[in-house]
C-alpha cells in the first residue's frame, strides 16, 4: 500500500474559531482504531487545530505517544510521530526534545499509560521542567485491553477488574504534576472543544513542561459497565455533572482557579497553575552571550 | 598516534563512543558501569552533545532511542539489573529499527547479586532477552584496546543496519587500567538518509540489503514509528502475513551478512587435538593458558569469538571437526557452552569450565583445565554443565 501519498499541508486558517484540522491529519492512515462515540477524535482535532493557530510549521512538530486508545492518535496527525511503549512516552520526548530543540514536541497520554505504568516518567519530565507540551486523555478506564480499572477510576466505578466496584482512591492528576514541579498545568473537558483548542494552544506556546488533562470519555466500557449511556449522554453529562474522575475530583479545587463558563461547579477545570521557571535541556555546552 | 596511557576499559568504551560520534548519552547509574557515564557527562559538552541522567533504565534507553530519531548518535551503559529492565526498548529498537548501543559491564547475578564482581551471565540474555524474535549484534573485548576497537564498531553497525548493538564485557574488563596506545582517528559509519523528495518517501520500504533509510526528526520527512507490527508505510498493520514479513527481514538484515560481522580471535588451530572456548576477560585468559601449552609442546589452540551474536557457528562446526575435544569456559552455569553443542553437533567432545564464584577465571585455571583434559578423558570437571545438545 505504497499507492497513497500523504497530502501536502496548505496553511490553516487561523480564525480563532477553528483552523482546518484536516490540514495537519494524515488521511491516508484512515479509517482510525477509535469507537463510536469516543471523544478522542474531537481531541486529536482541537490538537491539530492548537497547531494551526500557532501557525507552527508541521515539519517541526513530532507527537511521541505510549500505548493505548489516547496514544494510536499520533498514527493520524502528519508530523514525526513516535508510538513508543507503555507508559514511557515522556522519556522517549526527553531525549527527542534534548537532541532537536527547535521540535515542538507535544506527547500524547492516557491515564492508565500516564498515570500508573508511566507515572515515574511523567513526574520526571515535570521535575525537569522539559519544555514539552503533555496532554493526558483521561476516560476514567483501560479502554484498549476491555474495561480494566484504572488508577483514575473513580470509587465505586465498576470495571472489569472492579466487578463490585473499584474500592481504590483516584489520582487527582494535575494536583500530581503541580506537586511534581509542572510549570503549566490544565484541565479541560473534551465536551468543550473551543475552550479545549485554546487551552491546548495556551499550553504549546507555554516554554516549559505544560500537563493538559483532559476530561474524556469510553462509552464502550466505562459508559456501558456504569450505565451512563452512549457518547453523547457522556459527554452531555460531562459539563453538566462532572465524569468519572471529574466526580471524584469535584470536591477538590484550586484555591487560584476561575472555572470557565462550561465547566461542571466545583470541577477544577481551566489553566491550574502556571509558572515561568528554568527549562531543562540536559547536560550541554552553555550558550555564549 | 597518541603515545601510550594508562586507561581503563570503561574510559575506553567512552572515549570510543566520542570518536565514533555519539553525542547524546542517557543514562542510570549502576555499577560497576557508572564510570562510562561520569566520563561522558564532562566530555559531551566539548563536543555539542548532550548528557542525561534520567530515573531508570527503561527512561534512559527510551531517551537515546528519541535522541537516535532526533539524528544523533546515541548511547546508554548499565549492568545486569539495568540490562534486564532495558529489554523493552531493545526490542522497541530491534523492531522500529533505531540504531542505538547499549553497553552492559556484567556483574554477578541473579538480581542484584555481585555488584562489584565479573560475570558473564548475561550472555543469553543479550540475545534473547526481549520478547519476540528480533535479530542481535552482540560485541565482546576482551581487553581496554578491544573496548575501544568494539565500541566503535557497535556505533557503525547500529547505524549500518539500523538496530540496536550491545557491546558487553565484564567488571574486571570495565575497571582494570591497561597500557594502550588509542588511534586518534576512527573509521565512521553514518545511517543511510532517504534521497527522494519527502512527500516520495515510504518509512519502511526496504532496499535489497534490507535496511530502509533513516531520516531524523525535524529534516522535512513526516513520518511514523511504532513497536507495532507495522506495514512498508510505518503504519500498524495486524495482518499476520506482513507480520512475518517484517520479522523475517529484521532478522534476514543481520543474518546475511553474518560473515561480514564474525570477528573470531584464534591460535594454533592448525595442529590442535584440543581447543579452548572462551570470550571476553575468559578468553584473555584462555589465550595465556594456550601460549603457556604450546610453549610446552602441546597442541592446543584458541578459539575466542569476538562477536557473540550472531554466533560464529560455521567457525565453531569447523574446530569441532578437527580437534578431538573442546573445552567451553565461561563465567556462569553454562549459557554459550549450549550454543557450541549446537554448532559442534557431535562432531567433538564438549568439556564445560563454568565458574559463577565472582572472580575471573584465570589462566592457571585453564592451564589446569588443559593439562587434565590433553592426557585423558573424563577427569574432574569444574561446573554443573551436563553437556548434551539443548
Known amino acids: 500500500m505504497t499507492d497513497v501519498k500523504p497530502t501536502s499541508t496548505a496553511p490553516p486558517t487561523a480564525d480563532g474559531r477553528g483552523s482546518d484540522a484536516t490540514a495537519y491529519l494524515r488521511q491516508w492512515a484512515m479509517p482510525h482504531v477509535l469507537c463510536p462515540g469516543c471523544a478522542h477524535g474531537i481531541v486529536l482535532r482541537s490538537c491539530l487545530e492548537a497547531v494551526g493557530q500557532l501557525g507552527l510549521d508541521p515539519d517541526k512538530v513530532a507527537m511521541v505517544a505510549g500505548i493505548g486508545c489516547s496514544s494510536r492518535l499520533v498514527a493520524y496527525a502528519d508530523f514525526c510521530t513516535l508510538h513508543g511503549t507503555h507508559g514511557r512516552a515522556p522519556a522517549f520526548a526527553t531525549g527527542l526534545k534534548l537532541a532537536r530543540p527547535e521540535l515542538h514536541v507535544i506527547v500524547v497520554t492516557g491515564d492508565g499509560d500516564g498515570l500508573a505504568i508511566g507515572g515515574n516518567h511523567l513526574i520526571h519530565a515535570a521535575r525537569r521542567n522539559i519544555d514539552i507540551t503533555v496532554m493526558m486523555l483521561n476516560n476514567s478506564i483501560y479502554g484498549m485491553t476491555g474495561g480494566q480499572v484504572a488508577p483514575t477510576t473513580r470509587e465505586g466505578a465498576i470495571a472489569s477488574t472492579a466487578p463490585a466496584g473499584n474500592s481504590e482512591r483516584p489520582f487527582d492528576a494535575c494536583r500530581l504534576l503541580v506537586g511534581a514541579g509542572a510549570s503549566y498545568v490544565a484541565r479541560v473537558l473534551a465536551a468543550t472543544p473551543i475552550e479545549m483548542t485554546k487551552t491546548l494552544a495556551d499550553a504549546m506556546a507555554h516554554s516549559g513542561f505544560a500537563f493538559v488533562e483532559i476530561i474524556s470519555d469510553c462509552p464502550e466500557y466505562y459508559g456501558r459497565y456504569n450505565r451512563l449511556g452512549g457518547g453523547a449522554e457522556m459527554l452531555t453529562r460531562m459539563t453538566r455533572e462532572g465524569d468519572g474522575v471529574a466526580v471524584a475530583l469535584a470536591e477538590k479545587r484550586f484555591v487560584d482557579h476561575v472555572p470557565p463558563s462550561a465547566a461542571p461547579a466545583g470541577l477544577a477545570t481551566g489553566v491550574l497553575h502556571r509558572e515561568q521557571a528554568p527549562v531543562y535541556g540536559g547536560v550541554r555546552r552553555r550558550e555564549v552571550g | ?390
Not at chain 2, 539489573?81 to 556484567?106: D, W
Not at chain 2, 573496548?147 to 547505524?159: I, K, P, Q, S, Y
Request: proline share 7%.
Open chain 2, 1 to 390: 598516534m597518541s603515545p601510550a596511557e594508562l586507561v581503563t576499559g570503561n574510559e575506553a568504551c567512552a572515549r570510543a563512543a566520542l570518536a565514533a560520534g555519539c553525542r547524546f548519552y542517557g543514562g542510570y547509574p549502576i555499577t560497576p558501569s557508572s564510570e562510562i557515564a561520569e566520563f561522558m557527562v564532562s566530555a559531551l559538552p566539548d563536543v555539542d552533545g548532550v548528557f542525561i541522567q534520567m530515573e531508570d533504565e527503561i527512561a534512559s534507553l527510551a531517551a537515546v532511542i528519541g535522541a537516535s530519531l532526533a539524528g544523533m548518535k546515541a548511547m546508554t551503559a548499565t549492568s545486569g539489573p539495568g540490562f534486564s529492565l532495558m529489554q523493552e526498548h531493545i526490542g522497541f529498537a530491534a523492531m522500529a529499527e533505531v540504531p542505538c548501543v547499549v553497553v552492559n559491564v556484567m556483574r554477578g547475578g541473579p538480581s542484584t547479586g555481585l555488584p562489584t564482581s565479573p560475570s558473564q551471565g548475561d550472555v543469553m540474555q543479550a540475545r534473547w532477552g526481549s520478547h519476540g524474535d528480533r535479530p542481535a549484534i552482540v560485541l565482546a573485548p576482551a581487553s581496554v584496546r578491544e573496548v575501544f576497537d568494539e565500541t566503535v564498531r557497535a556505533f557503525n553497525l547500529a547505524e549500518r543496519f539500523r538496530t540496536p548493538v550491545i557491546v558487553l564485557y565484564d567488571e574486571v574488563i570495565g575497571h582494570t587500567a591497561e597500557g594502550v596506545v588509542l588511534p586518534d582517528q576512527v573509521p565512521i559509519e553514518h545511517r543511510a538518509r532517504p534521497e527522494c523528495n519527502p512527500e516520495d518517501f515510504v518509512a519502511k520500504a526496504a532496499p535489497p540489503d534490507g535496511v530502509p533509510p533513516l531520516p531524523a526528526f525535524g529534516d522535512g520527512y513526516r513520518f511514523h514509528v511504532t513497536g507495532l507490527s507495522h506495514d512498508e508505510r510505518g503504519l500498524p498493520s495486524d495482518d499476520g502475513r506482513n507480520a512475518e514479513a517484517l520479522a523475517q527481514r529484521l532478522q534476514a538484515k543481520v543474518d546475511a551478512r553474518t560473515d561480514e560481522l564474525t570477528h573470531i580471535e584464534t591460535l594454533g588451530l592448525d595442529d590442535a587435538e584440543l581447543a579452548v572456548f572462551g570470550y571476553g576477560i575468559v578468553g584473555r585468559s584462555a589465550r595465556a593458558a594456550v601460549e603457556t601449552a604450546r610453549a610446552e609442546g602441546r597442541k592446543v589452540g584458541l578459539i575466542r569469538p569476538i562477536t557473540l551474536w550472531p554466533f560464529p557457528h560455521k567457525e565453531i562446526a569447523a574446530v569441532a571437526e578437527k580437534v578431538d575435544r573442546l573445552i567451553v569456559a565461561e563465567m556462569n552455569l553454562g549459557q554459550l557452552i549450549g550454543e557450541v553443542e549446537r554448532a559442534a553437533a557431535g562432531r567433538t567432545e564438549i568439556v564445560g569450565h563454568l565458574r559463577c564464584h565472582g572472580e575471573p577465571i584465570t589462566p592457571d585455571d585453564l592451564t589446569a583445565v588443559i593439562g587434565a583434559h590433553d592426557r585423558a578423558p573424563s577427569l574432574e570437571v569444574v561446573g554443573s554443565w551436563a553437556g548434551g545438545v539443548r
